[in-house]
């Protein structure tokens, strides 16, 4: 079990807008460290998404976007196309594992 | 192009041993660190573990501690996973990837090596 927790699915239809969760704790999200999402496509290399919880890599399309609040963080994607079937996985820095970075278990976005 | 192109899928017995790298391409190699990610057939990203190649420090997630060795050659800017005694459970696709401070997350991935672990 991951100690960062996604949902297991998400759906939307094409052009609809959707938001993927990423739950923690006080000893990773809650502390202030940055929250990043990766996109991986199927049979890819996962790509990077959105780092420090908020910013897009240059060539990630703009209705990719990031926020944090607490011990959350969240990934929407806005106008769904069908080429963002996938799935998506948060990270992040906990200190309880020996200051280790740890990976959510990954929700798998499905479009309808 | 910065670019991390990992070496080719194996297949090997339990028990052998295996080194599977990473090459880095079109940046400086020792102002990075380089993390691992395995992968598990069907499954979700697990970070490994990371090193800086500059001075090799390197860090393990408690579950790969003891488990694999990372290591980083300046010269051939390739940063090497390595195992000494595979187990079947070590069947998973592992990635390399480039990260830069904590706050800008892992920007480049290698394509993926599959290692593959059976009888």
């Known amino acids: 079990q991951s100690v960062l927790t996604q949902p297991p699915s998400v759906s939307g239809a094409p052009g609809q807008r959707v938001t993927l969760s990423c739950s923690g704790t006080s000893s990773n999200i809650g502390a202030g460290y940055d929250v990043h999402w990766y996109q991986q496509l199927p049979g890819t290399a996962p790509k990077l998404l959105i780092y420090?919880?908020?910013n897009r890599p240059s060539g990630v399309p703009a209705r990719f976007s990031g926020s944090k609040s607490g011990t959350s963080a969240s990934l929407t994607i806005s106008g769904l196309q069908a080429e963002d079937e996938g799935d998506y996985y948060c990270q992040s820095f906990d200190t309880r594992l020996s200051g280790s970075d740890i990976f959510g278990g990954g929700t798998k976005l499905t479009v309808l | 192009e910065v670019q991390l192109v990992q070496s080719g899928a194996e297949v090997k017995e339990p028990g052998e041993s295996l080194k599977i790298s990473c090459k880095a391409s079109?940046?400086?190699?020792?102002?990075?660190?380089i993390g691992w990610v395995r992968q598990m057939p069907g499954k979700g990203l697990e970070y490994m573990g990371i090193i800086f190649p500059g001075d090799s420090d390197t860090t393990y997630s408690p579950t790969f501690q003891g488990q694999v060795t990372m290591s980083a050659d300046m010269s051939t800017s390739t940063a090497t996973l390595q195992w000494t005694s595979l187990k079947a459970s070590d069947t998973a696709t592992y990635y390399c990837t480039r990260r830069g401070d904590k706050s800008k997350g892992m920007d480049v991935w290698g394509q993926g090596t599959t290692v593959t672990v059976s009888s």
């Open positions: 079109g940046y400086r190699f020792v102002t990075h660190w």
């Open positions: 420090g919880d908020t």
